[in-house]
């Protein structure tokens, strides 16, 4: 349980997360005043997937604050569920309320597991910029490109609904958290 308050209480008080939340309301509230044609959170979707990735990757970053926390926390499964968890716990209001602004709440469980998704990828990877660069082109490209090209494989994309995005997230948080445990800080 202290585990889990010291992960919510890092990802609430981390000013990247906060400014990617606004600006992804920001920006899906203007893409609806617009009337842009077809589904708004489609496009306001990057804006989360960047936070997934920014919530798992950024102890990675900079001083190395990762060390630290496996210090105060040397057990590192139960770090990665800790993790998770606070994510989990951050994830659903935030894209509640993006899902709700772009007038699609009934997206709002794929639109969290996405982040858990993309949050995955950012612990696996431990670079941000590269982890974003993975999950945008993902996202944005071949998702897109494999339902075009392979409509049968279109249901099993992370962003096809919610069970498959459930998948998805599984199975690169359980990735993440197997490599945490193997891997050198």
Not at 116 to 139: C, F, N, P
Not at 145 to 170: E, Q, T
Request: glycine fraction near 8%; charge should be positive.
């Amino acid at each position: 349980m202290n585990a889990f308050r010291a992960e919510l209480g890092k990802l609430l008080t981390l000013p990247s997360l906060w400014i990617t939340a606004l600006l992804t309301a920001a920006v899906t509230v203007l893409l609806r005043a617009v009337g842009l044609p077809g589904s708004v959170l489609v496009h306001t979707q990057a804006g989360l997937l960047v936070l997934g990735v920014l919530a798992a990757a950024h102890e990675y970053q900079g001083g190395g604050q990762i060390r630290t926390t496996l210090l105060a926390m040397p057990r590192r499964l139960p770090l990665a569920a800790a993790k998770t968890a606070a994510l989990t716990v951050l994830a659903f209001p935030v894209a509640g309320v993006v899902a709700a602004l772009a007038g699609e709440l009934s997206a709002t469980p794929r639109a969290a597991l996405s982040m858990l998704v993309a949050a995955g990828v950012g612990g696996l990877v431990r670079q941000t910029v590269a982890s974003v660069g993975i999950v945008l082109t993902a996202y944005v490209i071949v998702a897109p490109l494999m339902a075009a090209r392979l409509p049968a494989s279109a249901r099993w994309m992370p962003d096809a609904g919610w069970a498959a995005a459930l998948i998805w997230a599984f199975a690169l948080v359980a990735a993440w958290a197997i490599t945490l445990r193997g891997r050198d800080a």
